[in-house]
């Protein structure tokens, strides 16, 4: 009797061992996981920032002399709902690729907070009653 109870406590004892292996093999793929979804994400997000700045560069590209000359658009996509913020631009700019930039943008933002699970704030950004001119710079007026 005495051996039979060895027998199943060894027994017993290599499959928990084998158990903490597999959780502990489990354990670090999962690490290694959430570290590449890391990775990815923060590449997601730079892309994102990068259409951003092509998007200011067009804004920003001509001197603000004349406010009449100067209109404004929304950006972005919130997690809840609404504009991240908005734009100044001059309407001499090329307004097809202005604004397809702005909602290739828009939905890219959109697709990454749907996909990485982002929260955000849900307050409305408000919107700009106008434009003026500072040094050359177009500021929207709220």
Same mark, same amino acid.
């Given at each position: 009797?005495?051996?039979?109870?060895?027998?199943?406590?060894?027994?017993?004892?290599?499959?928990?061992?084998?158990?903490?292996?597999?959780?502990?093999?489990?354990?670090?793929?999962?690490?290694?996981?959430?570290?590449?979804?890391?990775?990815?994400?923060?590449? &997601? #997000?730079?892309? $994102?920032?990068?259409? !951003?700045?092509? +998007?200011?560069?067009?804004?920003? @590209?001509?001197?603000?002399?004349? %406010?009449?000359?100067?209109?404004?658009?929304?950006y972005?996509?919130?997690?809840?709902?609404?504009y991240?913020?908005?734009?100044?631009?001059?309407?001499t700019?090329?307004?097809?690729?202005?604004?397809?930039?702005? &909602? #290739?943008h828009? $939905?890219?933002?959109d !697709?990454?907070? +749907?996909k990485?699970?982002?929260? @955000?704030?849900?307050?409305?950004? %408000?919107?700009?009653?106008?434009?003026?001119?500072?040094?050359?710079?177009?500021?929207?007026?709220?």
């Open positions: 009797m005495g051996l039979v109870y060895l027998h199943k406590k060894n027994n017993s004892m290599k499959i928990l061992k084998c158990i903490g292996v597999l959780l502990f093999i489990g354990l670090c793929l999962s690490c290694e996981d959430d570290n590449n979804n890391d990775l990815i994400q923060a590449q &997601e #997000a730079e892309n $994102l920032n990068l259409m !951003l700045e092509e +998007i200011e560069l067009i804004a920003a @590209s001509h001197n603000c002399d004349d %406010p009449s000359e100067w209109r404004y658009t929304s972005g996509t919130k997690a809840c709902g609404g991240v913020g908005y734009f100044a631009f001059h309407k700019i090329d307004m097809d690729l202005f604004f397809g930039k702005i &909602e #290739a828009r $939905l890219a933002e !697709l990454y907070n +749907i990485w699970g982002i929260i @955000s704030d849900c307050a409305v950004t %408000p919107k700009p009653n106008g434009v003026i001119c500072e040094n050359g710079s177009p500021i929207l007026v709220y």
